[in-house]
C-alpha cells in the first residue's frame, strides 16, 4: 500500500511539473509577441523630431519636453514625453505634426 501512494504522490509531482513547465513557454511566447510588435518602432535622436511635431507638442501640452523617439518605417513617431506637472505620456504624430491615435 505504501508503494502504491508513492507511485501515486511521484506521478501527481511530475503533471505538476509539466504543467507548470508548459506554462512557462505560453508566457515566454507571449512576451515575443510584445516585443516584436515594439520593434516597428526605431530609436531616433529627439533632435531628429520634425519641427512640426515639436510646435504641435508645444501647442497641445505647453512646457512639455521630449524624452526619447522612436520612428517608423511609414514616418510615423511615438513620443515618450514629460509634463510640466511631473506626468508621462506616450503620444503618436506623423511627420507633419498631426497627432495619431493608438
Same mark, same amino acid.
Do not use: C, R
Given at each position: 500500500?505504501? *508503494?502504491?501512494?508513492? =507511485?501515486?504522490?511521484?506521478?501527481?509531482?511530475?503533471?505538476?511539473?509539466?504543467?507548470? !513547465? /508548459?506554462?512557462?513557454?505560453? /508566457?515566454?511566447? &507571449?512576451?515575443?509577441? &510584445? &516585443? !516584436?510588435?515594439?520593434?516597428?518602432? =526605431? /530609436? &531616433?535622436?529627439?533632435? /531628429?523630431?520634425?519641427?512640426?511635431? +515639436?510646435?504641435?507638442?508645444?501647442?497641445?501640452?505647453?512646457?512639455?519636453?521630449? +524624452?526619447?523617439?522612436?520612428? *517608423?518605417?511609414?514616418?510615423?513617431?511615438?513620443?515618450?514625453?514629460?509634463?510640466?506637472?511631473?506626468?508621462?505620456?506616450?503620444?503618436?504624430?506623423? =511627420? !507633419?505634426? *498631426?497627432?495619431?491615435?493608438?
Amino acid at each position: 500500500m505504501k *508503494n502504491l501512494m508513492f =507511485a501515486a504522490v511521484l506521478s501527481l509531482g511530475t503533471m505538476t511539473a509539466f504543467a507548470q !513547465e /508548459e506554462e512557462t513557454v505560453v /508566457e515566454e511566447t &507571449v512576451a515575443t509577441e &510584445v &516585443v !516584436e510588435a515594439q520593434d516597428a518602432f =526605431a /530609436e &531616433v535622436a529627439v533632435e /531628429e523630431v520634425p519641427a512640426a511635431i +515639436s510646435e504641435a507638442l508645444e501647442a497641445a501640452h505647453p512646457g512639455a519636453t521630449i +524624452s526619447k523617439a522612436f520612428m *517608423n518605417e511609414d514616418a510615423q513617431y511615438k513620443l515618450e514625453v514629460a509634463k510640466e506637472d511631473g506626468e508621462t505620456a506616450e503620444l503618436y504624430a506623423d =511627420a !507633419e505634426g *498631426n497627432w495619431i491615435e493608438k
